[in-house]
């Protein structure tokens, strides 16, 4: 049964932030600067301001003068847990601060999103197991698709914080060095095969040293949005050996607006899918930390309808983000108040359940149908690319709120880059 | 002809720090605050209190109030050529204002440093050809050693910032996943492999957005250090297809404790080695940018005598570190002020110039001969791992001081990351 309240537009089980979500994002209004927000039903509740008039006051605070949730995020979890727990009072109805409270909500349709959280770095995880079967298989057949790590180690690259941008950003194509099996050398060009990847992002709260357990690892957890690690599938397949990705994930990697806390998520863990190979111990996990998270894809081409491209379930999640986050630090490596952990991408074992483009169309060989006729095997110019995430509970739904972008034609090739003006140069 | 200083011990060409150097670090003396400072000969000057006070004095300023460049490293480049000047003229023989200055140099000998700046997002690259090559050897035999790709990109993975340490850190050999080739499932076990990576490291000063030519991209560069990439070889074997190095990498990357400015490297530039295919145009090189710095290794066991097992070049990097940032924005990655490019390892012609002991060692089987009779494959508990660098000019030398970094034990298996305490746990 779903809790209600005073803000009506929470209730009713349609939105996605009713009073068990309370997530938490970064918003300003014309002419207003950046501040931290708690989204409720249709609203923005502005807990900059309330913190600030002291409607809100947490042990060892203020957390939020800033406009990011950094600082809450390195407090202490109790300072978490206090925050919610009082942001549940404010909000319930019958609530004695209604009219208090009241006078700091701002309809989200009038609120501009921002990053919510400075990223320090970002880590991209690989823990998508009918996603790397697939993908392996497409570049070195079934027999091997699988690699022969996969069903040991959580297998993740370090990505690059600075291309993380919020939901709504626009994403230009990039350039890079692209070779077709056909040609001898390279050339430089826009990337041709640019796709999206559905993942899940986990955000890192309290900061590691030294090697912690599964379980220490969740209790790090701050919370999560929905991640469009966007690829350049031409510029990896050319670049990636010996190495890993570079250039071909460090265009943009969209992020859903607002943090959903791990609290607001509690109640629907689910475990992780049946080991296939035992874990080692430091692997195993205490308890079910899997999530069951409906995903969805949209696709709408300039000016189209949008298609429904792809359902998924973070439930596919081999690894947990507890297990990525405790194997990141095996090695002592630290982590830190900010950091992002991709999930990999999240693909389900049909072919309406995949989450590239790259899976969808196989390799380019079966373009993906779309409304008004249309198809695509990979994104085209103007094309907006759209992931959406809730958890369904009795009655109520926690959702991420949407995360989107549109893709803009590539820059012109500058003077420098072109053969005439490198040769002018040299 | 050496310019001299009436600080005596800059003077005569034995020290890493004459007047045509002036590299910046940050420093603190017993009880003190850690500050920014200047080396000078075998003193540090306090430059904060200088600009405190008043006596260097820089348009948009103050930068040194943090006890990190990064303010500095963010302003314009006329901003760091004043600075460089004035303390040029501070600290010349026949300095009207020695009086002034001298009450602020500390004995480097009384100093402890720290990290020079906040390091925002590490890259590594592989732009030593000798070290690809060898690697590549004995991994994939001499017919496919070079990667395919080698020759037009400047290949490059993004490590982890939060892991880079200064100079002094002791550096806790790392757990992780290894499997020799003869078992057929991993064990979590301390790295029986580590290593060392003789780099050079590149500092990021002014931001980018969108994709810079190489000559912009050699102007946004404030300095250089040493850097050591430790490296978990077994860690790496068995976690690194298909996406690259992770926690074989993210235990420590240590680099010198001075900040060699891009000025004081000018005169020593040099050409990149020989193109062996033609570069793309955005790559090309509008002049010399490569530099000639000599370099060593030396490893100290624990209580014994230092040998140097090698001896290398700058010179030998195949890509400048102008190219490799060149290449890092070509997607529209954001480059940020902080940033970290490690060179890749830099090994020589020879076997006395390979970089790293799985070369200097061919992967264990050629065990490197040290002083008193001592031998190693791979690093043992104890041992001291020491880089040197230097540009040597006429009568003086740019040095970058000492990076080094004692080897220590790995810390006890957890009891959740053992197989009765996990058993518990589950």
């Not at 701002?106 to 197991?129: I, N, Q, W």
């Not at 959580?154 to 291309?163: E, K, Q």
């Not at 630090?329 to 309406?352: A, F, H, V």
């Not at 969808?360 to 695509?376: I, Y």
């Amino acid at each position: 049964m779903a809790a209600l309240s005073w803000v009506e537009s929470a209730n009713g089980g349609s939105s996605d932030f009713p009073l068990e979500n309370l997530p938490y994002g970064v918003f300003s209004t014309a002419g207003g600067e950046p501040r931290c927000g708690v989204a409720i039903g249709d609203f923005v509740l502005d807990v900059a301001a309330l913190e600030a008039t002291g409607v809100i006051g947490l042990d060892g605070g203020p957390y939020l003068t800033e406009p990011r949730w950094n600082p809450l995020m390195a407090a202490d979890p109790t300072v978490w847990a206090a925050l919610r727990e009082r942001l549940t009072s404010l909000l319930t109805e019958g609530s004695a601060d209604r009219a208090t409270v009241e006078p700091h909500l701002v309809p989200l349709a009038e609120a501009t999103l921002h990053m919510p959280f400075r990223v320090s770095e970002y880590t991209d995880f690989y823990a998508g197991k009918h996603h790397a079967f697939n993908v392996g298989t497409m570049y070195r057949g079934p027999e091997n698709a699988l690699p022969a790590n996969w069903l040991s180690i959580p297998i993740g690259y370090n990505g690059r914080a600075s291309s993380v941008v919020v939901s709504g950003t626009e994403v230009v194509r990039p350039w890079g060095q692209v070779k077709r099996p056909d040609e001898e050398l390279p050339r430089f060009a826009p990337a041709a095969r640019f796709d999206i990847e559905l993942e899940f992002g986990t955000i890192v709260g309290r900061p590691s040293k030294g090697m912690v357990s599964v379980a220490e690892a969740d209790e790090m957890i701050f919370g999560y949005v929905l991640l469009n690690d966007w690829s350049a599938r031409d510029i990896q397949t050319w670049e990636y050996q010996p190495l890993g990705p570079f250039q071909a994930k460090a265009t943009a990697t969209t992020i859903s607006p607002w943090i959903v806390t791990r609290a607001a998520l509690e109640a629907f863990r689910t475990p992780t899918p049946e080991r296939e190979r035992p874990l080692l111990p430091y692997l195993r996990e205490p308890r079910p930390l899997g999530y069951d998270i409906a995903l969805e894809v949209g696709l709408t081409p300039a000016g189209g309808t949008e298609t429904i491209i792809s359902r998924s379930n973070v439930r596919e999640l081999y690894y947990s983000a507890a297990q990525q986050l405790a194997h990141h630090t095996t090695c002592g490596c630290p982590m830190s108040t900010g950091d992002l952990l991709g999930s990999g991408t999240i693909s389900g074992p049909e072919k309406g359940n995949r989450g590239s483009l790259l899976e969808l169309s196989w390799n380019g060989k079966e373009p993906v149908e779309l409304a008004d006729g249309k198809t695509r095997t990979f994104i085209e110019d103007g094309d907006r690319l759209t992931l959406r995430g809730y958890a369904q509970g009795p009655g109520y739904r926690i959702g991420f709120g949407e995360c989107t972008g549109v893709v803009v034609p590539a820059i012109d090739l500058p003077e420098w880059a072109s053969e005439t003006g490198a040769a002018a140069a040299s």
